[in-house]
């Protein structure tokens, strides 16, 4: 596995998104970073690749994305390898650091006397860091599915039944019926939602009605599905994807302008203030060949968003991988760090291109570099259950058996928790441990008199004290 940086710069051409590539390669040439460069300063190149196959030499070269000729300078370059064993310490490592905390608990009767020897056991109760799946209206009245979703999930998001053409198929004809349940039943069991979505720029993913209309309807057919929208849902979703996939099309920017997509951020954000507003992107971080989703034309959007008076609070990636570049995805979320906003995995699926066993060895890796990078704050599946299967990828059949996948979040769920530890004071009255950050119940008992409470393990670098008196 190896990591690349480098610094360029142009000549012949202002700006220009290039291309950094690995070859010679069993398929050709594979993308390994882009950057967009310009001619009047130096631009930084991060990238990286899995070198998975056998060859004497490999060569990185550079290129225009569009292929036309110009002089590209390189400096400064650098080319890192990490065995796979080196890669996992270092998530093991950034998880110990940011997902978890040293606690102490200190005993104590009620003269301030240390208590010596009594039995100490924590259980953690929630997890701090948000892991969830897709549902659809298919979760509604099937208890089985209900129970096997909460017993694994403390995150949700709806797959269809937010979008436009699942809530108004007609104008004016607003269905929220099964949004509301859905949300009755997320609430009901303490899992917190996100909102998916206000728009999307796909126009075939835009209701049949909404297509026609003059801009002047058009603008006040969007004002409008804002306001029910969020009008009805107020302070229910913790995050919405306001314009779903403004990279890859502009059906809204082309008919109400360049700045509709900042004006639907600044209506959301007046309609719903507590809400965390986001760009939602695919092929951002599941690849570097897509020249419409660079890393760099992402943050370039972010920006631009944001200098247009948009409230933007979250990076929002979609994660619909085919073979994951882990050094890759790094390197990008590394980039998108930089930032200073919560990240979010929103859609994480693997193609079903690929067999159920690889789609799990796949999925696996893709969730440890997610779990373990310390800019990520939440991850989300999208493995919506239908009779039919899901999307991509499925973590159970209908009968709610494992498939392969399954069995890796199941695995994941339980090493990312703790279950429980226990043991008895020192010398000092204290029984220190490392656990997950999330609730907790503290159950201490001595000489026939038992205590409990609760307590929380928060991000930070200090030891957490909890002081408990017998």
Known sequence: MYTFSCWVKLEGAYSALITARLAPD?????????????SDCWAFVKGGFVLDWPTQTSVIFFQNADKTPMKITVASG???PFT????AMHQQDTIRKRRKRVATIHVADPQGARVVGASVSVQQTAK????GSAIASTILGNQAYQQWFVDRFNAAVFEDELKWYSTEPMSGQLRFDVPDQMLAFVRSHRVMVRGHNIFWENQDATPRWVKNLTADDLRAAVNTRIQSLM????GEFAHWDVNNEMLHYNFYEQRLGPNASAEFFSVAQDADPLATLFMNEYNVIETCDDPFSTVDTYVSKLKDLRSAGAILEGIGLEGHFSKPNIPLMRAILDKLATLGLPIWFTEIDISNKFDAQTQAAYLEQVLREAYSHPAVSGVMLWTALHPSGCYQMCLTDWNLSNLPTGDVVDRLLNEWRTLQAAGQTDAHGAYSFTGYLGEYVLTVSYNNRTTQSTFSLSPGDETRHINVQM
Request: with cysteine; aromatic share 10%.
């Open 26 to 38: 069993n398929t050709g040439a594979r993308c390994i970073a882009t950057v967009v460069a310009r």
């Open 128 to 131: 701090d860091f948000p892991i």
């Open 84 to 87: 796979t064993d080196q890669w």
């Open 231 to 234: 009008t009805r849902y107020r």
């Open 78 to 80: 650098s080319l890192q």
